[in-house]
C-alpha cells in the first residue's frame, strides 16, 4: 500500500469512527472526498475498500456514542475527561482537536 492510499484509508475510517449517524457519515465521506481531490489524491473512491472499510471493526462496535469535539488543553485534561466519562458511563465519544481559541467550543457530530 503506497503512502497515499494509506493517508486516504486512514481518514475515511476516522470519517467512519467520528461520525455518530448515516446521514453524518454521508457528509463526512464527502468532506474526506473533496479533501483528497482538492490535495491531488487519485480519485479517492476508485477503490470502494479504502472508502467503505473492511468491516472487521464493526463486529467489536461499542453500542451508539454521541461524538463530541473538544479542543485539546493538555494531557491532563483529556485523561480526567476520559476517566470521568468512563466512572459515570455516560455514552460520549470524545475527539480532541487542536483548537484555534481558548474559548471552549464542543460540537455533536
Same mark, same amino acid.
Given at each position: 500500500? $503506497? +503512502? ?9 475510517? +476516522?470519517?467512519?469512527?467520528? $461520525? ?7 457528509? $463526512? ?28 471493526? @464493526? ?7 454521541? +461524538? ?8 491532563? @485534561?483529556?485523561? $480526567? ?15 480532541? +482537536? ?12
Amino acid at each position: 500500500m $503506497s +503512502t497515499k492510499e494509506a493517508v486516504a484509508k486512514n481518514f475515511y475510517r +476516522t470519517a467512519r469512527e467520528v $461520525s455518530s449517524g448515516p446521514q453524518e457519515l454521508k457528509h $463526512s465521506l464527502q468532506k474526506v472526498d473533496e479533501l483528497l481531490s482538492k490535495n491531488g489524491y487519485p480519485n479517492p473512491r476508485a477503490n470502494d475498500s479504502i472508502a467503505e472499510g473492511s468491516g472487521k471493526r @464493526d463486529k467489536k462496535r461499542q453500542p451508539l456514542l454521541i +461524538t463530541v469535539c473538544i479542543p485539546y488543553s493538555g494531557e491532563r @485534561d483529556k485523561n $480526567s475527561l476520559r476517566r470521568e466519562i468512563k466512572k459515570n458511563g455516560l455514552p460520549l465519544r470524545p475527539i480532541f +482537536t487542536p483548537g484555534k481559541t481558548l474559548k471552549f467550543e464542543a460540537r455533536v457530530l
